[in-house]
Nanobody, 119 residues
């Protein structure tokens, strides 16, 4: 059973930085696209940053220039470096991955990690 386990969330002041990590555990043969989504209270879930197996990245407009995504294929892990955090970045951040376990490609979600940016 594949699981995505996130870590690194927390409370930070405006202008501060956090790094989120997401590790895929279980039988993982390949990971295609992997990345981060977030959902703030009362808002829809939105894409923050994604990265493909060819290291092509895509960022949400609101985080461009402040967030950086990278992946470590040897560790089946993706990282999100978040700098210059703003109050609007407060949300639950979810890791998402298109993963090939033993039984065919599937989409997986992590349990979410809270990021709170205080003013």
């Amino acid at each position: 059973q594949v699981q995505l386990v996130e870590s690194g969330g927390g409370l930070v002041q405006t202008g501060g930085s956090l790094r989120l990590s997401c590790a895929a555990s279980g039988v993982v043969l390949r990971i295609n696209m992997i990345g981060w989504y977030r959902q703030a209270p009362g808002k829809q879930r939105e894409s923050v940053a994604t990265i493909t197996d060819k290291n092509n990245t895509n960022y949400g407009d609101s985080v461009k220039g402040r967030f950086t995504i990278r992946r470590d294929n040897a560790k089946n892990t993706v990282y999100l470096q978040m700098n210059d955090l703003k109050a609007d970045d407060t949300a639950v951040y979810y890791c998402f991955g298109q993963i090939l376990p033993m039984a065919g490609w599937s989409d997986f979600w992590g349990q979410g990690t809270q990021v709170t940016v205080s003013t």
